[in-house]
């Protein structure tokens, strides 16, 4: 929020620019079991459309990118860890696939104005 309020106004300025919020699946599909993460979670979501709205306007594109699990280290603990609810490490997004998503968000036409993507791994399907 705060990177947003800094840098919009050049951005306004020059009537382009691109903003990515990241956001968690959560933040569309409830989880019965994180529920301060996912009313959070929530709140990123409604102020990463909000600043779309506000300022497609001046020509800068805001999308909110929910993921999914993402292979990061903290993941690989988790996923060794069976308090954690571990799981299979073969189903999860790599960081890498989470780059190329906003990427292709911002590489759009100044005409198309992506708001939100929302990328799923295998591992929704098994859980």
């Known amino acids: 929020m705060r990177l ?5 106004p050049k ?3 020059s009537k ?3 903003i990515i919020n990241i956001s968690n699946i959560y933040g569309t ?5 994180y529920g301060a993460y996912t009313a959070t979670m929530h709140g990123v979501n409604g102020w990463s459309h ?3 709205r506000e ?3 001046h020509g800068i594109k805001v999308v909110c990118v929910q993921l999914g699990p993402v292979m990061t280290d903290m993941m690989r603990k988790a996923s060794n860890n069976p308090d954690a609810g571990g799981f299979d490490m073969n189903l999860g997004m790599e960081p ?7 990427m292709l968000a911002i590489r ?9 993507i929302i990328l799923s791994s295998s591992i929704e399907g098994h859980s």
Not at 29 to 33: T, Y
Not at 96 to 102: I, L, Y
């Open 16 to 18: 382009s620019g691109a």
């Open 4 to 8: 947003t309020k800094l840098f919009s």
């Open 50 to 52: 909000s600043c779309s």
């Open 29 to 33: 599909v409830p989880s019965v079991l």
């Open 55 to 57: 300022l497609r306007p």
């Open 11 to 13: 951005m306004i300025e």
């Open 108 to 116: 759009t036409s100044q005409k198309c104005f992506p708001e939100e």
């Open 96 to 102: 890498e696939d989470v780059a190329e998503a906003c």
